[in-house]
């Protein structure tokens, strides 16, 4: 496994984009592409979904991507989090060049520096929530109660500690997704990568998720990223990519 600084002479967090003297130090870059292409060979030819995408994510910024269904939100999302490979180009997260790992690094990579959301939840209907936030604990060879253990310490975190013998099946599409927050955190990853977290939710909903997600980016340090739809919930992170006919273009939060 390659550790590569991925320190940028270019501080890019919001915070850093004037010429403000008490900004303080740059952060370093914890996630970045470089020349990134992705591209789907199929029976009717060749689909580029993205060719020479380079940009950064400081430590500790919250990333919102944005853009059209198709438009490959959803691959360069996989990419970054080592569930699928870029056709070129190099990619660093949690400032590990991904390229270098071995497929055992790369499952160890996935267990330990990423938490994953997904639109839908993909929780384990007939297990209880504790079971299903321990699962990724026990994968890596910790023992259930320590698991378990863990497991109720985050279901706490995401205001669930009363459900925790729940089956996850009996709980609510809200319930639900927060019990998956609590399962992409509970190893202490670095980087949070959501895909439409909150797009199955309905907006009252979608904005208790994305309040807790905001909450828990903040409390743990997290450096996220986001992809959405709703343009209310991206203006509330501190910078957005628009990903339009395979290009990522920066849009200003207080603009869009
Ligand atoms: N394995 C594949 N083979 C061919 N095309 C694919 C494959 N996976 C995804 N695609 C295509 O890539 C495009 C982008 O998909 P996706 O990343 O899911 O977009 P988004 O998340 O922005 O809606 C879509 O047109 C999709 O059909
Ligand atoms: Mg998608």
Redesign the pocket.
């Known amino acids: 496994m390659e550790l590569v600084s991925t320190g940028s002479s270019l501080p890019i967090g919001p915070e850093h984009q004037g010429l403000n003297p008490f900004a303080g130090p740059a952060r370093p870059n914890l996630i970045k592409t470089k020349d990134l292409r992705k591209e ?1 060979v ?1 029976g009717r030819g060749r ?1 580029v ?1 993205f060719d020479g995408l380079s940009f950064e994510v400081a430590e500790g910024e919250m990333l919102a991507i944005v ?10 999302l996989h990419i970054l989090g080592a569930l699928d490979s870029p056709s070129s180009g190099d990619v660093y997260c949690a400032s590990i060049r991904l390229k270098t790992l071995s497929s055992r690094q790369a499952a160890s990579f996935r267990n330990r520096e990423v938490g994953y959301v997904w639109q839908f939840h993909y929780l384990l209907p007939e297990f209880t929530a504790a079971e299903n936030v321990a699962m990724p604990l026990l994968a890596r060879g910790e023992s259930k109660a320590a698991a378990l253990k863990r497991a109720e310490k985050w279901l706490d975190e995401v205001e669930l500690g009363d459900r925790a013998e729940h089956r996850a099946g009996e709980l609510s599409g809200g319930e639900q997704q927060r019990v998956s927050l609590a399962r992409a955190l509970v190893t202490g990853p670095k980087v949070l990568l959501a ?1 439409e977290p909150t797009g199955d939710l309905d907006s009252r909903t979608a904005g208790v998720v994305f309040d807790l997600i905001e909450r828990l980016h903040g409390t743990h340090g997290l450096t996220s990223v986001i ?1 959405t739809h709703n343009m209310t919930l991206a203006t509330r992170c501190s910078r957005i990519l628009r ?1 339009e006919k395979g290009r990522v273009e920066e849009i200003s939060p207080q603009l869009a």
């Open positions: 789907y199929t689909l979904l853009g059209e269904s198709g438009a490959g939100k959803s691959t360069l895909d992809v990903l």
